[in-house]
């Protein structure tokens, strides 16, 4: 019988302390360790799982790029989000400090320079024929309906930030939230003009989401990171938070959308006339971010620069 040195004996006795506390047994637990296998890598990540979610609706080989490139986004999607459960946790125990702020701000930033760089897999990774073909079986669906996106959007910015750019002057800071996401921008977007007849892609996505984007618009009344930076003392409102919240802007509203719409107008534009969407959008009038003009700091931009909104890819400010 091996002697166990005082460094094993201690943790023993730690852990002995720490299951006492839950009235559990040690020696079930150390049993438990000597049944159970090792753990493996494709365990740990649900690699077997993760392999078996992409399921095309046709045989071109393409579609499964399309799928996957999708998903591999809503990951990155999700890995913002974990972001911002972080910054509004500190919002609300009032411990958030400048320098927390400015790295989770950057991290998400980071997020979106990887899909922005990688977004070419959607411009030049498939056929364009295969393309035109598959789509036809995905209508009525859409990346439009990407409720995680319409999340970032919320936590990133005050509601009234985010009412189409020709509703502004109908709604001010003392309307209510039903009344703002009445003029949410994407909503005009999948609206007929003349009838103001919903497209089912709009119908489909407010259905599973309009509550818990509502909900989540209340509950980030006063921690989404437009407010969080208000609420910030003065001292903690430093010059390299600033540009990080400044480069997450332009990343999300201009950089990425100009990506998407620059994809969307390789494989969908074909004149002299043009194919449909299959979200049934106008799209020409709706993605370009020089048309939605949407800021989610519009206090940290100078007129000049609001001025030339989405009219071109936007740089980074120095070394943020
Ligand atoms: C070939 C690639 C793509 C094309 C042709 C395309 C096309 C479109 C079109 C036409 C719309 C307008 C809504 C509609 O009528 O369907 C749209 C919206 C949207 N798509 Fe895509 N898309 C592509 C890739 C992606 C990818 C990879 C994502 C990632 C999740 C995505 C996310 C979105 C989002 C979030 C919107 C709403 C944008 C906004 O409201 O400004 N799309 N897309």
Redesign the pocket.
């Known amino acids: 019988m091996a002697d166990f040195s005082p460094e094993i004996l201690d943790k023993l006795q730690q852990l002995q302390t720490k299951l006492n506390d839950k009235q559990q047994d040690l020696g079930v637990y150390l049993d438990s360790m000597i049944y159970a296998d090792y753990l493996n890598y494709w365990d740990y990540i649900q690699l077997d799982t993760l392999l078996t979610l992409q399921k095309p609706r046709t045989a071109f080989p393409d579609e499964k790029i399309?799928i996957m490139?999708?998903q591999i986004?809503?990951l990155y999607f999700k890995l913002c989000q974990l972001e911002y459960d972080q910054l509004a946790e500190r919002g609300k125990s009032g411990t958030l400090t400048g320098e927390f702020f400015r790295t989770r701000v950057l991290r998400i930033a980071n997020y979106f320079d990887a899909l922005i760089t990688s977004f070419r897999i959607?411009r030049d990774g498939?056929e364009r024929e295969q393309?035109l073909k598959y789509r036809l079986s995905l209508t009525p669906a859409?990346?439009?309906q990407?409720g995680q996106?319409r999340m970032i959007e919320i936590r990133s910015t005050d509601f009234i930030n985010l009412v189409a750019a020709k509703s502004r002057d109908k709604v001010s800071s003392q309307s209510s939230l039903t009344d703002l996401f009445d003029h949410i921008y994407?909503r005009s977007?999948?609206t007929e003009d003349g009838s103001g007849k919903k497209t089912l892609?709009l119908q489909q996505f407010e259905e599973k989401y309009g509550a818990t984007f509502l909900a989540l618009g209340q509950e980030n009344r006063d921690t989404n990171l437009a407010a969080l930076w208000r609420n910030l003392p003065e001292v903690e409102k430093t010059e390299e938070l600033k540009k990080a919240l400044r480069w997450l802007d332009a990343n999300v509203n201009v950089n990425w959308?100009l990506q998407?719409v620059w994809?969307?107008s390789h494989?969908?534009e074909k004149k002299p006339e043009d194919i449909a969407?299959?979200?049934?959008?106008n799209?020409k009038q709706?993605?370009p971010p020089s048309l939605?003009l949407n800021v989610f700091f519009p206090e940290l931009w100078s007129a000049e620069e609001l001025a030339d909104w989405g009219k071109g890819p936007m740089k980074r400010d120095g070394d943020v």
């Open positions: 399309f490139y999708h986004t809503e959607m498939m393309f859409s990346g439009f990407s996106y994407w977007g999948a892609t959308k998407h994809s969307a494989y969908l969407a299959t979200g049934g959008t799209w709706y993605l939605q």
